[in-house]
Each structure stands twice: as structure tokens, then as C-alpha cells.
T-cell receptor, first 114, second 113 residues
Framework: AQSVTQLGSHVSVSEGALVLLRCNYS??????LFWYVQYPNQGLQLLLKYTSAATLVKGINGFEAEFKKSETSFHLTKPSAHMSDAAEYFCAVSSNTGFQILVFGTGTRLLVSP | DSGVTQTPKHLITATGQRVTLRCSPR?????VYWYQQSLDQGLQFLIQ???????AKGNILERFSAQQFPDLHSELNLSSLELGDSALYFC????????????FGSGTQLSVL
């Protein structure tokens, strides 16, 4: 079985500050890992994904994440937060074989203050 | 706009009733996924259809059923509704049977009173 744990249901940063959203995964097989973002009253949108190629993955809107197998982590970062980054962020995992059901974490709400 | 259309956007009904949620995937996408999002359970995978066939099943209650039609739109049927079924129901689609990139609709907010 696979799962992800997102540390911190809420993260607050100031505009221009570093954004760091934490995700740890558990998987008995090599995982695929994803970050999705949900803006208010909208569906989820894919930010980036790791599918066993480069361990540092760059996504949209200046976000990136690094796959660290030794730490079973896939933390999401952005060097400088914008007000428009305020949203809920979900980490997700699936296997790279079989039916590949996507399992989501509980989400982290990012608050950006001026 | 993801290209995935869900109707209705809001649905208010009473306990014991039955409702149908509709999803039209992006043009050309063969897979449809249904997810339930609630405050206490988070995002839970319900079921996946690929080209009309059930592909994978998650935490879907027996009171819930789904199908995908020949034109690839999908419907999620919820019956004998309970207060705890109140949630945001998302549909997502992808071009293939794998979930390397899902495109989500904006959801149907179901309120059971």
C-alpha cells in the first residue's frame, strides 16, 4: 500500500519568502510522485511530477521538488512566494505498475501575507 | 479551464434520496476518475473507468455506483444518501489508463440535509 504524509496543514509565509511544503511517502515499489494545487472553487491542477527520471523536478509557476529516496521525501519549494501562490497543495503517490491509483495526502494550505 | 465539465456545480438534497452527478471528460481522454473530497477524509479515490470499462475501484460505498457511456461521459450515482455523504465530488480525466497527469473538473458540491 502507498501513502503520503504532508507535514503541516497550514503554512504561512511573507511575500518574497521561501516556500517549503513537506511531503513524505511510503511505498513498497518505486513510486511516481506528484504535487497538485487547488485554488479556491476550482479543481486540482498538476504542478509537477516525478516518474523516475531526474530527481529534481521543475514545475509550473516556479515550483520545484526533489525526490530523495534515502529520506522518502518529495518536498515542494519555491524561492520567492507571490500572493497568487495562496492555495491548497496536495502531494500524491502512485505505483509505476499496475492500476496506478493516485493516493493523495491531506493537503497543506499556503497562506501568503504582504 | 481544464476541459473537464461537471454538472451540477451544487446539489442540495435530503437524506434517503438519490442523485446523479455527471462528468464530461476532456476531448479525446479515455479515462475518467471520481474522487470525493471531505474535511474529515480528505481526497478519496472512488472509481476509475477506461473506455467504458471499470478499471480500478477505491473506497466506494455499495450505495454508490458509476458508469461510463459510449460517448465517454460518466455518471456517478449516489443513493440512500446520508448526512456524511455531503462532500465535494471531483471528476478527473486522462488520455490513457495511467494517471501520469489528471485533469480535474471544478467539482460538484453535494449537501445532504
Amino acid at each position: 500500500a502507498q501513502s503520503v504524509t504532508q507535514l503541516g496543514s497550514h503554512v504561512s509565509v511573507s511575500e518574497g519568502a521561501l516556500v517549503l511544503l513537506r511531503c513524505n511517502y511510503s511505498s513498497s515499489v518505486p513510486p511516481y510522485l506528484f504535487w497538485y494545487v487547488q485554488y479556491p472553487n476550482q479543481g486540482l491542477q498538476l504542478l509537477l511530477k516525478y516518474t523516475s527520471a531526474a530527481t529534481l523536478v521543475k514545475g509550473i509557476n516556479g515550483f520545484e521538488a526533489e525526490f530523495k529516496k534515502s529520506e522518502t521525501s518529495f518536498h515542494l519549494t519555491k524561492p520567492s512566494a507571490h500572493m497568487s501562490d495562496a492555495a491548497e497543495y496536495f502531494c500524491a503517490v502512485s505505483s509505476n505498475t499496475g492500476f496506478q491509483i493516485l493516493v493523495f495526502g491531506t493537503g497543506t494550505r499556503l497562506l501568503v501575507s504582504p | 479551464d481544464s476541459g473537464v465539465t461537471q454538472t451540477p456545480k451544487h446539489l442540495i438534497t435530503a437524506t434517503g434520496q438519490r442523485v446523479t452527478l455527471r462528468c464530461s471528460p476532456r476531448s479525446g481522454d479515455l479515462s475518467v476518475y471520481w474522487y470525493q473530497q471531505s474535511l474529515d477524509q480528505g481526497l478519496q479515490f472512488l472509481i476509475q473507468y477506461y473506455n467504458g470499462e471499470e478499471r480500478a475501484k477505491g473506497n466506494i460505498l455499495e450505495r454508490f455506483s458509476a458508469q461510463q457511456f459510449p460517448d465517454l461521459h460518466s455518471e456517478l450515482n449516489l443513493s440512500s444518501l446520508e448526512l456524511g455523504d455531503s462532500a465535494l465530488y471531483f471528476c478527473a480525466s486522462s488520455p490513457t489508463s495511467t494517471n501520469e497527469k489528471l485533469f480535474f473538473g471544478s467539482g460538484t458540491q453535494l449537501s445532504v440535509l
